[in-house]
């Protein structure tokens, strides 16, 4: 038996229409308690997943809304089990009264996630599916958002499941022939399992390196903003921000600690930090700034070195280059370029040198057209890259305990021995859909959805 669990889907603001949703054994006889429909028949009469109209009304029968209510009986339902919907205005005032009177009616209220996280638990969805759900809630980007669809749909659950199966199924065979070696089963011969733990080693390997460009799907390109003080960096920022983000002045040090702002730079969105000004100085709040400005340039996918083009380089300038040079990709912008340019772009080992001037958007074209050559590549966003951390790190693990076994394999390990890989692999892969994955990372994975999905 489940309690029945009720909570409004769309949120606390003012909108057009609001949802409130209910799932549980007595879903439907909750919410004949409340809502009485126009053609006097009860609302457990009604066809699965057809609208009908009818009044929401509260304890003493007042009627709340005229709107819509929709049942959709388990097991063919979001939860898998008996659920109902009703559609109203979307007053926060109005649904809040809608949900007490469901309260009063015997509902509980839902928890975080707690609607999806029953279809997990019901077999509805796998992990992967229910993970995709909050990304697809969550993206801010068209691609983001079909990634997400896709995996949704299960399109990574598919790729990953014969995995998985077939783990078990090498686990179930050495079993059996141990435990019963007077029963007609076929030998275990582990040699007939290497091209097979080959190709799934293969399928795991090309996943993962899909993450890359998926973490970059997801989160965006982390972009950090570096140089000397007052050489422009802030005005850069808001330059591509298109508003004053960043405080301006011609005083050095203005910026003390790094400013985060997510924007569109050409087809790359860009998770961009204007950093304090590196320099040395005595300043200790200024000092903390520097430090996460070197913070900043370590954990970026791109370092964007601006320098003043009126002025010459000096030590400090060529000490931020090295530094901008150890990230994985780096771009030089000689700015002020409207005061003239004394430096050569021969002068900065970067592959790509642009003049620009933050303070009038001149060469920002150039400098979009420079990012997206280097991250807007194409990707499937058919839900087919892997975008999570936590499935990252345990399709990895599940990878290297599959090399392991191989190599065990043809050094000529024994069975049992060879096995203590499999069985780790598969622990790993099971952590992925939620066959083996444990109570309390299942837990956190639903605190991050909101209160009615």
């Known amino acids: 038996m489940s309690h029945t669990i009720a909570a409004i889907s769309t949120g606390t603001q003012v909108t057009a229409i609001g949802i409130l949703r209910l799932t549980g054994d007595d879903a439907i006889a909750v919410a004949e308690k409340v809502f009485t429909l126009k053609n006097g028949k009860p609302l457990s009469s009604a066809a699965d997943r057809k609208l009908c109209l009818g009044n929401l009304h509260d304890r003493q029968g007042r009627i709340i809304d005229e709107g819509m209510a929709v049942v959709a009986r388990g097991p063919r339902s979001y939860t898998g089990e008996d659920t109902v919907e009703f559609h109203c205005h979307g007053s926060p005032a109005l649904l809040s009264a809608g949900l007490e009177a469901l309260y009063l009616a015997g509902a509980k209220p839902a928890g975080r996630g707690e609607f999806t996280k029953r279809a997990f638990l019901n077999g509805k969805l796998d992990l992967t599916q229910a993970e995709a759900v909050i990304d697809l809630i969550e993206a801010d980007s068209a ?30 065979h050495f079993h059996a022939v141990l435990d019963y070696p007077d029963e007609d089963i076929a030998d275990f011969g582990l040699e007939n399992y290497a091209a097979p733990l080959q190709k799934d080693a293969d399928t795991l390997k090309s996943l993962l390196d899909t993450y890359g460009q998926g973490r970059i799907l997801r989160q965006g390109v982390a972009a950090a903003i570096v140089g000397r003080p007052n050489v422009g960096k802030s005005s850069l920022l808001n330059a591509i921000a298109g508003y004053d983000r960043v405080i301006v002045t011609d005083i050095p040090g203005t910026t003390r600690d790094t400013v985060e702002e997510v924007v569109m730079l050409g087809k790359t969105r860009l998770r961009l930090t204007d950093t304090a000004g590196i320099r040395q100085t005595q300043d200790t709040v200024e000092a903390m700034g520097v430090a996460r400005s070197r913070q900043a340039v370590e954990n970026a996918d791109l370092a964007i070195f601006v320098c003043d083009g009126s002025q010459p380089l000096v030590d400090a300038d060529r000490e931020i280059i090295r530094l901008c040079r150890s990230c994985s990709h780096s771009i030089a912008l000689i700015n002020k370029a409207d005061l003239g340019c004394v430096i050569a772009q021969e002068e900065l080992p970067f592959d790509i040198v642009l003049p620009i001037c933050a303070r009038t958007g001149a060469g920002l074209d150039a400098l979009a057209e420079a990012v997206d050559a280097i991250f807007a590549r194409e990707i499937p966003c058919d839900g087919s890259i892997l975008t999570n951390t936590r499935q990252f790190d345990a399709c990895r693990r599940a990878y290297e305990a599959i090399v392991r076994s191989l190599a065990g394999l043809h050094q000529g390990l024994t069975p049992d021995m060879v096995l203590i890989d499999i069985e780790e692999a598969m622990e790993a892969m099971g952590e992925v859909t939620g066959a083996t994955v444990r109570e309390d990372i299942t837990a956190r994975i639903f605190e991050r959805f909101c209160v009615g999905k």
């Open 143 to 172: 691609d983001a958002a079909a990634n997400a669809a896709g995996q949704v749909g299960g399109l990574l659950q598919r790729k990953l499941a014969p995995i998985y199966d077939g783990l078990v199924d090498l686990c179930s």
